[in-house]
């Protein structure tokens, strides 16, 4: 099976309970499938980290929760996935982010130095914490469907078919939160081939 490194910003002071969420239901999901991923909280988390735990990969899956910009993924106000610091770091790598903007301009630039495929968001995306379920589902729902096997150009179309879901069961209970999902939707972009979990899994 491919190996999978998964970062999480849990103590972030705004979003760090949303991201702990994700966590948490990734953890159940990859325990059912036995999956045992390395991870780096925010403790651990820092663009030295990053670059020592993806070091000894030839390929592998790198999932990650928390702030993002155009060109970078934050922690504390600092990158530590950037355009210019470790973005080589990534080689045959699927790359999965529930972060904000970062498939703007980040995306593409891993995808130039070797990253294989690269899955986020190109705009400002948001969670609401009183209906905070199907923004967990939303978000792990693609990473999920990797390791069942769907390769990564149908995994976007399936995110999207879940984002709708999770819309049209909020539209007429709260028009505001179902408008937030379907932003989120709409700002979620692929970069680079369509591989599926084979391409990535140890010989």
């Known amino acids: 099976m491919a190996n999978t490194i998964i970062v999480v910003d849990e103590a972030d002071s705004k979003l760090g309970h949303f991201f702990q969420i994700c966590i948490e239901d990734l953890n159940m999901f990859f325990n ?17 980290s990053v670059q020592l735990t993806t070091e000894p990969f030839e390929s592998f899956v790198f999932g990650a929760y928390s702030h993002g910009n155009k060109n970078c993924l934050i922690k504390s106000n600092t990158s530590y996935v950037s355009t210019t610091i470790n973005n080589t770091c990534f080689n045959n790598s699927f790359f999965y982010t529930f972060s904000c903007s970062s498939g703007y301009e980040l995306g593409n630039n891993l995808i130039e130095n070797g990253c294989l495929c690269f899955i986020g968001y190109n705009k400002i995306i948001s969670i609401w914490n009183t209906h905070i379920k199907p923004f967990v589902i939303c978000a792990n729902h693609g990473l999920k469907l990797f390791y069942h ?14 984002y709708n879901q999770e819309i049209d069961d909020l539209y007429t209970k709260d028009f505001m939160i179902a408008s937030i999902l379907r932003e989120n939707r709409d700002a979620l972009v692929k970069h680079g081939n369509d591989i599926n979990i084979i391409n990535l899994t140890n010989a």
Not at 32 to 46: G, M
């Open 32 to 48: 059912d499938i036995n999956i045992h991923p390395t991870l780096l909280n925010s403790v651990k988390l820092n663009d030295l």
């Open 149 to 162: 096997g769907l390769s990564t150009f149908q995994i976007v179309t399936e995110m999207k078919k879940q």
